[in-house]
Nanobody, 129 residues
Framework: QVHLVESGGGLVQPGGSLTLSCAAS????????IAWFRQAPGKERVGVSC????????YYVESVKSRFTVSRDIPNNAVNLHMKNLRPEDTGVYYC??????????????????????WGQGAQVTVSP
């Protein structure tokens, strides 16, 4: 089991940028593939971006391609999601989740109900004028 803590959420105007961080203090995150999910009010949780344990494979949902970048911060034992050119439809609670089954990033990001995920507490991102 791994304990995940998200940070970096907040209120930003359309077109602005934010970087979310998913950190662990109890286990090395490079043992896990990491998924970022977004849950908008009244909607289901949707996979936004995923990165493999090695960092060599990534996945982005179509709506965030060229705007979001997921990366590993090895020295800080964290995975970051840099978001630019934010839109109101990016608003929601962003959750990071870790899984150590070796599933592909495509599989991770399209399967939020996986029983093998360890979840963070979520970070609110609000994009509004």
């Amino acid at each position: 089991q791994v304990h995940l803590v998200e940070s970096g959420g907040g209120l930003v105007q359309p077109g602005g940028s934010l970087t979310l961080s998913c950190a662990a203090s109890d286990r090395p995150l490079h043992y896990y593939s990491i998924a970022w999910f977004r849950q908008a009010p009244g909607k289901e949780r949707v996979g936004v971006s995923c990165i493999s344990d090695s960092g060599t494979s990534t996945y982005y949902v179509e709506s965030v391609k060229s705007r979001f970048t997921v990366s590993r911060d090895i020295p800080n034992n964290a995975v970051n999601l840099h978001m630019k050119n934010l839109r109101p439809e990016d608003t929601g609670v962003y959750y990071c989740a870790a899984e150590a089954t070796g599933a592909t990033v495509d599989r991770l990001c399209t399967n939020p109900e996986s029983p093998y995920f360890y979840w963070g507490q979520g970070a609110q991102v609000t994009v509004s004028p």
